[in-house]
């Protein structure tokens, strides 16, 4: 089953298995999850602004933030649940500016 959801192009570390009393022969049954993420429409200027007489946020409110953080999620999943850290790649990355930077150019 997993070479055939490989063929598919599915990566092996995304299937989760369970084996509970199969048989040879026996109907394999493939659940699939998928998490999506669905923009706003911005912008939203079907009320008027200037009408605002109870001081509410406005429909456009944190609308273009929206919109940026789904645009730059690699995985939808994220915004379910979160990742285990990986290696810190940013603060190694950091650390050798930081010597290159005492050290002076030319480096």
């Known amino acids: 089953m997993l070479r055939v959801l490989a063929e598919l192009g599915i990566r092996a570390e995304k299937v989760r298995t369970s084996a509970d009393n199969l048989q040879p022969g026996w109907p394999v049954t493939v ?4 998490t999506t993420v669905t923009l706003p429409n911005c912008p939203d200027w079907t009320g008027d602004p200037a ?3 109870d001081n509410r946020p406005l429909r456009n409110w944190s609308c273009s933030t929206a919109v940026n953080l789904g645009l ?3 995985d939808p999943n ?3 649940h ?3 850290p990986a290696t810190p790649t940013a603060s190694i990355w950091h650390g050798r500016w930081r010597v290159t930077a005492r050290a002076g150019p030319g480096i």
């Open 78 to 80: 994220d915004l379910v």
């Open 31 to 34: 659940l699939v999850q998928r």
């Open 72 to 74: 730059m999620l690699a």
């Open 51 to 53: 009408s605002n007489l």
């Open 82 to 84: 979160g990742r285990t």
